[in-house]
């Protein structure tokens, strides 16, 4: 998918997000967006997912009934079990039946991990609202990863998550990706987290357009040359990471 031409601020609010912005979506690869706060990364996924209209120029669109966006901070009722959660975002794709909703359906992701078991059993009876902000985001992501789309979106999916089950998140991204071949497009300020990927696209969002483009193998030396003070930090902190 690529957008041209994409110049944009929000109607009442004069600060403008995008200014002739070029993007383009790398097919079947996973596309690292990160930028600072405000930079307009949920409003880029906002874009794509066609929530916010612009008249941008727009090649190769994927459609919406094939983009599952992962939304930040969706509103749900608080007194729904992790039962009647996964039947609401299972159930409601269209792709699996009443029947299908069993802690089972997370063997295939989870393993035999007892934590991770115990984990499910556990947040299968508790109520939504009861969960931490970590587990919440943890069970609907690897519950939205259950689904089959072409396009995934996923807006910060290991924010406030444990490094361990954050692992567990990017692993299912990166099984969505190598053994189903989907287009991944995932924003994150936990830059360790592209150190999971084995292949992935780098695409840095800054004053309102993408300022660099890179594969695994260039982005960190493109990187170094920037003088974006946000990237450097980013470099600074992957380093830090990698020599821990
Ligand atoms: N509905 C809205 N109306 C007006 N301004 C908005 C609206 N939504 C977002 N903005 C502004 O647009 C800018 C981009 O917001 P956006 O949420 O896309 O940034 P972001 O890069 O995702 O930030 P973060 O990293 O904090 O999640 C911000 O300055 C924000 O204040």
Same mark, same amino acid.
């Given at each position: 998918?690529?957008?041209?031409?994409?110049?944009?601020?929000?109607?009442?609010?004069?600060?403008?997000?995008?200014?002739?912005?070029?993007?383009?979506?790398?097919?079947?690869?996973?596309?690292?967006?990160?930028?600072?706060?405000?930079?307009?990364?949920?409003?880029?996924?906002?874009?794509?997912?066609?929530?916010?209209?612009?008249?941008?120029?727009?090649?190769?669109?994927?459609?919406?009934?094939?983009?599952?966006?992962?939304?930040?901070?969706?509103?749900? /009722?608080?007194?729904?079990?992790? +039962? #009647? =959660?996964?039947?609401?975002?299972?159930?409601?794709? &269209?792709?699996?039946?009443?029947?299908?909703?069993?802690p089972k359906l997370f063997e295939p992701l989870l393993g035999n991990d007892p934590d991770s078991v115990r984990k499910i059993a556990y947040l299968w009876r508790m109520q939504y609202g009861k969960m931490s902000p970590g587990e919440?985001?943890?069970?609907?992501?690897? /519950?939205?990863?259950?689904?089959? +789309? #072409? =396009?995934?979106?996923?807006?910060?999916?290991?924010? &406030?998550?444990?490094?361990?089950?954050?692992?567990?998140?990017?692993?299912?991204?990166?099984?969505?990706?190598?053994?189903?071949?989907?287009?991944?497009?995932?924003?994150?300020?936990?830059?360790?987290?592209?150190?999971?990927?084995?292949?992935?696209?780098?695409?840095?969002?800054?004053?309102?357009?993408?300022?660099?483009?890179?594969?695994?193998?260039?982005?960190?030396?493109?990187?170094?040359?920037?003088?974006?003070?946000?990237?450097?930090?980013?470099?600074?902190?992957?380093?830090?990471?990698?020599?821990?």
């Open positions: 998918m690529k957008i041209r031409h994409l110049t944009y601020n929000y109607p009442k609010n004069h600060k403008l997000i995008f200014d002739n912005l070029s993007l383009s979506i790398v097919p079947g690869k996973v596309n690292v967006l990160i930028g600072m706060n405000g930079e307009g990364k949920t409003t880029l996924f906002d874009i794509v997912s066609d929530l916010v209209k612009t008249d941008a120029e727009m090649n190769d669109r994927v459609p919406i009934k094939d983009i599952l966006y992962q939304i930040q901070g969706v509103p749900i /009722l608080s007194t729904i079990n992790g +039962k #009647s =959660l996964a039947e609401l975002i299972l159930c409601s794709s &269209g792709q699996y039946h009443l029947k299908d909703i069993t919440r985001r943890w069970i609907t992501i690897l /519950l939205y990863c259950l689904i089959n +789309k #072409s =396009l995934y979106l996923f807006d910060e999916p290991t924010a &406030g998550v444990d490094r361990y089950s954050a692992n567990q998140i990017l692993r299912q991204i990166q099984m969505l990706n190598k053994r189903k071949k989907k287009t991944i497009f995932i924003a994150t300020h936990q830059i360790e987290d592209v150190a999971y990927f084995s292949h992935f696209q780098i695409h840095v969002l800054a004053h309102g357009q993408i300022v660099l483009c890179e594969d695994q193998d260039n982005w960190i030396k493109e990187a170094k040359k920037s003088k974006l003070p946000f990237l450097k930090a980013c470099i600074n902190d992957l380093i830090r990471c990698r020599t821990e």
